[in-house]
Structure formats: structure tokens, C-alpha cells
């Protein structure tokens, strides 16, 4: 298959046509040529939109489906290809399932149910068996079946010493361990985050103390042991600045924020919408702010949709009893264009890849042809009508969005939106 992209501009910052306007010709899924303007070629497939921009697939690091187990939920197929109309060429499956992901039988079927999609999915496997956080599960045979980390996704690890376990094991095969980190005991029976609001609705509040705390235990964890830690959708400005500190001193720690937590704060709760009830909790305006400037400085490695269908029946409820959660696949791109410049925008939504070591394709002669495109014009309210998900609990639905997803192209597969 040879396809032609018409005059679009490049945002690739390891490319060499970065913020050039080009047209790239592609054949059999590898980029054959990029010029100013490629003469038309019988028996090619023509890509042309308004606005045109063209960056490598956007990779999301942390995203639920349900199956198997939860089809009603949402099913691989058809969150691969909500995946891929709203840009991503690569995902990461958390392995909240049932059964749980933690074992290389289960591995296997999640990645044969992927394929021959666009979208690649790249599975995590769970820490702990059955992610009850007791025992380790089988790491190594995971990671030989494709597994690219190990976590218990909204599940910290209580047990100090598993983690500490855990981290050394996995250095004799360059594994990457999660840690969500939220402390059980001062979360409580916590549903929002502790403060003005939170005290006004009459809402059990969730303390910054109990991510702060547990990524304070990690992070010493980690000095200890050595290896690599993932600590995802962090939610505090102080978890910011620990984290840049363990960097600085030479720590291999990343870290991940959701969509939501830049978008939206706790102010949101003010009409009981469990729509927003989500983990870690939307915190104030300060957090908020402050997660935005962790992003621009490179603190913050990567931003995730945290994806997350909740079936209706367990959002139509008291917001004390309703399951925390929103989806987000479908609205992550415009969300962030409102607050984030466009090469941030980009670079975050691209830079996990190599944190999971998984390849990233530089728009360059040769390469194969890993791209997400999309136009940086209009600006929409994001609807029910946009939710291409199965579940609807989507925490942007009214929400101001700019910009929008043409498509992707990836596994010499072409995907377009409209």
C-alpha cells in the first residue's frame, strides 16, 4: 500500500522537519521519501486535511479496557479502535481484569485479542498475584510474553518489603515496576480530596499527606535498591517536588499525570457529579497549576488519559458509594491544547514509549511510519456525541476542547476520523 501526506506540518523535535510544512510518501507502512512536494503517483492513497499536522503516534500509558471479564465495560476491539481515532498508535493495558493480568497465559490473550489492529497494545502485568498485594506474581515469564512494566494499577503496595523485593528482582531482566502511591490508612474512607471543598459538600476528605507520604517511602525504596520506578498520575505539588529532587539526585524514577488532574479541580465536585470522582482525587487549583509548571519544567515524563470505563450503574449513584473513574482517550488531546503548548503537548504524549522500551519511530527517510495526525484549529464543547467508548463516564463531557484527531497511521494501517 503507498500512501501520499499533503503538506503537513511536522512536530517531531528529533526530526530534522520539525515545524517544516512537507509531503511524505509512504510505502508498505516505511517512510520512502519526504520533500517540499511529491509528484502524484498512480495507485497511492492521498491524505489531505486543512491544518495538517503529523507527529509520531501518540503512546498513552495507562489505560483499562475490561476484557476479559468486563466486556460489558469495553472490549479490546473496540477500545483499539477508540484508541485510534482519537490518536494513539500505542497503549499500555493496565491489568485490571478478571482474572487479573498476572500470569503468561494471560499476557498472551490479551495481546492475541490486539491483533491486527492499528493500535498496538502493550500489556502490564500485576506486581502482585491476583494484585491482592500478598505475593509477587510470575514477573520474569510476563516480561518474556510481552509484558513492558508490573503494577497493581490504583492499588499501592502496603507491604514495603515486596517492593523493595520486587525492584531488585526485576534488575536482572531491566523490568519496570509501577507504584501507584496513595497510604490506605490516611486515605480512609476518603472520596475527595481534604479541603475547602470537600469540608463545604460534607465530603470525607483524601489529605495531599497520603500520596506524599507513600511516594516519600517509594522513593527511599528505590535509593536503596536501585532499578527503575514508575510512579503514575501523581496529583500534588509536593509529590512534583519530590520527585524533581530524586531526579536530581540521580534516581531512575519517572512519573505520569492525567488529563484530568491539568484540566480540572476539586471545584468541579460542587454538584455531587460522580463523574469526577476519580483516583487520585481532583485536587485545588494550587496542585493544579503547580502540575501544569512540573510538566513544562520535565518533572513530569508523561501524561496519561487514565482511561478508565465505569459501568453506568456504578456512576449513578450516591458519590460516597460510586466507583471512581472516568474515560478519556477521546478528549486527552483537546483537553490538553487548552492548557499546554502544542510541543508540550506532543512530547508528552510521545516521550513514555521509551520509558517502556518500546521503539520510537523519528519521522525521517526510512523510518517506519508511526503517525498520529491532527489539525491545532476549532475550538468545540466536547459531548456524548464525541464518546466513541462504550461506557460514557466521561469527566469532559461540557468541557471547552481546541483542536481535533484526523487519525493515525501505524502497523500499515491507515485510520481516519471522519
Not at 460534607?202 to 506524599?212: D, H, Q, T, V
Not at 519521522?363 to 495526525?373: C, D, R
Not at 469532559?396 to 497511521?409: D, N, R
Request: charged share 25%.
Amino acid at each position: 500500500m503507498k500512501i501520499i501526506i499533503r503538506s503537513a506540518k511536522i512536530i517531531d523535535s528529533t526530526s530534522s522537519f520539525h515545524n517544516k510544512t512537507v509531503d511524505l510518501l509512504i510505502a508498505d507502512g516505511i517512510i520512502e521519501k519526504i520533500g517540499p512536494s511529491i509528484l502524484d503517483i498512480e495507485d497511492t492513497i492521498e491524505v489531505k486535511f486543512d491544518n495538517l499536522h503529523l507527529s509520531q503516534g501518540w503512546f498513552d500509558s495507562s489505560v483499562s479496557f475490561g476484557e476479559p471479564g468486563y466486556e460489558d465495560r469495553e472490549t479490546i476491539a473496540n477500545g483499539l479502535n477508540v484508541a485510534a481515532k482519537s490518536g494513539f498508535t500505542g497503549i499500555a493495558l493496565q491489568p485490571n481484569s478478571f482474572p487479573v493480568i498476572d500470569n503468561q497465559s494471560q499476557i498472551n490473550f490479551v495481546k492475541s485479542k490486539a491483533n491486527g489492529f492499528a493500535t498496538e497494545l502493550f500489556p502490564i502485568g500485576a506486581l502482585t498475584k491476583a494484585s491482592e498485594g500478598k505475593d509477587m506474581a510470575e514477573l520474569f515469564d510476563m516480561k518474556k510474553s510481552g509484558a513492558v512494566a508490573f503494577g497493581d494499577y490504583i492499588k499501592s503496595l502496603d507491604n514495603a518489603n515486596l517492593l523493595k523485593i520486587a525492584l531488585q528482582y526485576v534488575q536482572d531482566f531491566d523490568g519496570l515496576v509501577i507504584s501507584y502511591s496513595q497510604d490506605a490508612n490516611i486515605k480512609g474512607n476518603g472520596v475527595a480530596n481534604e479541603g475547602i471543598v470537600s469540608t463545604r459538600l460534607g465530603l470525607k476528605g483524601i489529605p495531599n499527606l497520603a500520596e506524599e507520604l507513600e511516594i516519600s517511602r517509594n522513593l527511599f525504596l528505590l535509593e536503596y535498591t536501585g532499578g527503575k520506578l514508575h510512579i503514575p498520575t501523581i496529583s500534588t505539588a509536593k509529590s512534583a517536588a519530590m520527585i524533581k529532587e530524586a531526579k536530581a539526585k540521580g534516581l531512575n524514577v519517572t512519573c505520569s499525570v492525567a488529563v484530568h488532574h491539568l484540566v480540572l479541580n476539586d471545584e468541579k465536585l460542587e454538584g455531587f457529579d460522580t463523574r469526577y470522582k476519580v483516583t487520585p482525587p481532583l485536587r485545588a487549583e494550587a496542585d493544579r497549576i503547580a502540575l501544569v509548571d512540573a510538566v513544562l519544567d520535565g518533572t513530569i515524563d508523561m501524561i496519561t488519559s487514565d482511561h478508565n470505563p465505569i459501568d453506568i450503574e456504578f456512576k449513578k449513584m450516591e458519590f460516597d458509594t460510586a466507583k471512581n473513574g472516568t474515560i478519556g482517550l477521546e478528549s486527552a488531546f483537546g483537553a490538553l491544547l487548552t492548557v499546554l503548548p502544542l510541543e508540550t503537548v506532543i512530547e508528552k504524549l510521545t516521550s513514555g514509549k521509551t520509558v517502556f522500551g518500546i521503539e520510537n519511530n523519528t519521522v525521517a527517510e526510512g523510518s517506519k511510519a508511526n503517525f498520529t495526525f491532527f489539525t491545532t484549529e476549532g475550538k468545540s464543547t466536547f459531548t456524548k456525541e464525541n464518546i466513541l467508548s462504550k461506557s460514557k463516564n466521561s469527566a469532559f463531557l461540557g468541557t471547552e476542547i481546541k483542536g481535533a484527531v484526523y487519525g493515525i497511521l501505524n502497523q500499515n494501517q491507515l485510520v481516519i476520523t471522519k
